[in-house]
């Protein structure tokens, strides 16, 4: 159990020092997974930059996941929701879903594109993992940057999903791994929604002291 976001990535930090990974370009999920980046960027010395990815829901329960769209636009959909649910409603899903990436990617950094991963360790960082789908989603899309390496440090994540994942990326770093994951705000004792402000205020107080962006 966490105290909250701050400690988790705390305890991330005080793992990922015990490495040496090369040039590292740390990849925060908006919204929580800023707030656990914070203390491991200002750990290793380096900037926060967001990777956003958008969950498509499913029709009738939005928050339940049947796939994701990548800064792309393109869309990795369960195998089984593509045999339930027609084209039309998942081609309008990935669209608006794109729209919204784009909208995100402006607001948190100005700009549509990621910094240059070629060569360079990727570590993806949110504040929990439940189905996997987004995750999958940027993994996917990573590799297509050439990064050397991808490490994805999460707080909690159900052991089943980090089996499934490790075959993706070099490491993954999960201190917390419950067989049956009820929530992941179950895992913390303060998991309050982060807004896009409070977001952004993270982002400006860690990367004013280091480069925006690597290069």
């Known amino acids: 159990m966490y105290q909250d ?3 988790a990535g705390s305890q991330l ?3 990922l020092t015990n490495h040496n990974y090369g040039q590292i370009i740390i990849l925060a999920i908006p919204r929580g997974g800023i707030v656990v980046a ?3 960027a200002q750990r290793l010395e380096v900037p926060i930059n967001v990777l956003i990815t958008k969950k498509i829901g499913h029709p ?6 049947i796939g994701a769209v990548m800064p792309d636009g393109s869309a990795i959909i369960d195998a089984e ?3 339930i649910f ?3 409603y998942i081609s309008q899903a990935t669209i608006k879903a794109y729209q919204e990436i784009k909208r995100r990617l402006s607001v948190y950094q100005a700009t549509e594109t990621l910094p240059q991963l070629a060569g360079k360790t990727a570590i993806i960082i949110d504040d929990g993992i439940a189905t996997g789908h987004t995750v999958k989603a940027a993994i996917k899309w990573l590799r297509t940057l050439k990064p050397a390496k991808v490490i994805l440090a999460i707080p909690v994540a159900p052991p089943d999903i980090i089996a499934e994942l490790s075959s993706q990326v070099e490491e993954i770093i999960c201190p917390t791994q419950p067989k049956q994951l009820r929530a992941v705000g179950f895992y913390y004792h303060d998991f309050s929604p982060i807004s896009e402000a409070d977001a952004l205020s993270i982002l400006a107080e860690i990367n004013q002291h280091n480069a ?3 290069k």
């Open 38 to 40: 914070a203390p491991i």
């Open 60 to 65: 009738a329960h939005a928050e339940i996941a």
């Open 13 to 15: 930090a005080e793992i």
């Open 86 to 88: 027609d084209e039309e």
């Open 212 to 214: 925006i962006g690597q």
């Open 5 to 7: 976001r701050t400690e």
């Open 81 to 83: 929701a593509q045999n």
